[in-house]
Each structure stands twice: as C-alpha cells, then as structure tokens.
C-alpha cells in the first residue's frame, strides 16, 4: 500500500514569491492534516479536512495561506507571499476517520525562504 | 489546553545502552498517547501508541507505559541499536477527538558503535 505522498521534497524560494505543495493521501483516508514543523520543534497542525471540508483551520495563518481538497482526496497547501518565518518543513498526513485512528505522515516538504 | 514536554536533548549512548526518554503531558480527560519516531531523511512513523491508562505500547524493543497518576508516557528500551539513531516524539491526541496530534519537541538519540 502507498503511503502518503508529498511534493516537492525540497523548494528554495525568494521572500514574496508564492509556494504551493501537493498531497495525496493513502487511499480510503478521509482524514487530511497539514502540519508545520520548525527546526528543532514537533510538528503543529494547521489544517484538517474531513472529506473536502475543513474542520479545522484555528491555525492557519488566512492571510497568506490557503488550502483546498477538491473531491476529498488530493490536497494542496499555498502560501503567498512567503515571509523568511515561513521556513519550515510543511507535513501532510492522512488517516481514517473518527477517534483513535493512527495518523500516517509523508516525507514532508521542506521549505526555506530566502 | 494540550501540551506535551519532553526531555532536552540531544541524547548520546553507546550500542547496547539502556535508554529512557521522558514524556509528561496536560490534557483532560483520557487522551491517547503516542511515540513517533522520524529517522534521518524519512518522514514521522508511528512507533507505538496506548489509549487508555495502564496501557503499555510496544514495537520493535521500545516500551511506554501510560502512567495517568503521574501524567507520563516513558519510552523505554532495554538495549539501543546504533539503528535506532533518530529523533524521538511524543504525542497525545485528546479524549473523543477525532486522531488531532499536540506533539513535543522532539529529542534526538544519537547511538554509537
């Protein structure tokens, strides 16, 4: 079975220019995260889609990230414009829903602002 | 709200040392509690979980036991293999959510030969 898939693994852009990752998930999760997580920290949620709806987005900074799962099964994560703080390692994660469920993680994408 | 403090780090043992990495963590209710363990250039895998107190988790030779009297989930493992090289979460995910991950920092363990 695939497990979650993340791209690009690595991106080095300019502050002010746009970013934009991919997720696809494992299939048959109907659960999608977005976590940030910065060096020498744990990771940190920033959004959660149930199906094409997002359940939770308390974290996500709306005035320059946005997110969408259109059809409830890819994701993609955008940020605009990129701000040098945004430099972080941006993780999606899937798995099934409801309460108790294990969490998977791809590899993550790792981002730096420069 | 949620929270989850781990040990500082960085942690050095030689191969075949025991190892024991602390986990303490606020939250109501009954949380789950989880280790995730992220090895060099690999994403976040799940390494074992408990969900309920007196549990204890295992996988591949680590331990944790959920403690609620004391707020802790331990890792523990009896014998470190230079493999086992990484950086170490711990977690919880609240009382009836659904799966909402609050990790620690995360500590890294560095075994050598």
Redesign the interface.
């Known amino acids: 079975e695939a497990g979650v898939v993340q791209s690009p693994r690595y991106k080095i852009i300019e502050k002010k220019q746009p970013v934009a990752f991919w997720c696809n998930p494992i299939s048959g999760h109907n659960t999608l995260y977005w976590y940030r997580q910065n060096l020498g920290q744990g990771p940190e949620l920033l959004i959660r889609y149930e199906n094409e709806e997002a359940v939770d987005d308390s974290q996500l900074p709306k005035d320059r990230f946005s997110a969408e799962r259109l059809k409830g099964v890819d994701s993609t994560l955008k940020i605009q414009p990129a701000e040098l703080g945004d430099s972080a390692v941006y993780l999606c994660a899937s798995s099934r829903s409801g309460a108790g469920n294990t969490i998977y993680f791809g590899e993550g994408s790792w981002l730096t602002v420069v | 709200g949620n929270s ?1 403090t781990q040990m500082e780090g960085p942690v050095t043992l030689s191969e075949e040392a025991f190892l024991t990495i602390n986990c303490t963590y606020t939250a109501t209710g009954y949380p ?1 509690l989880f280790w ?1 363990v992220q090895y060099p ?6 390494l074992l ?1 408990a ?1 309920k107190a007196d549990d204890k988790g295992s996988n591949k030779g680590f331990e944790a036991t959920y403690r609620k009297e004391t707020t802790s989930f331990h890792l523990e493992k009896g014998s470190v293999q230079v493999s086992d090289s990484a950086v170490y ?1 711990c ?1 919880l ?1 609240p009382t ?11 500590i890294t363990l560095s075994v050598r030969p």
């Open positions: 989850v789950s995730y250039g690999e994403g976040l895998q799940l979980k969900t979460f977690a995910s009836g959510a659904n799966s909402k991950l609050t990790f620690g920092k995360g």
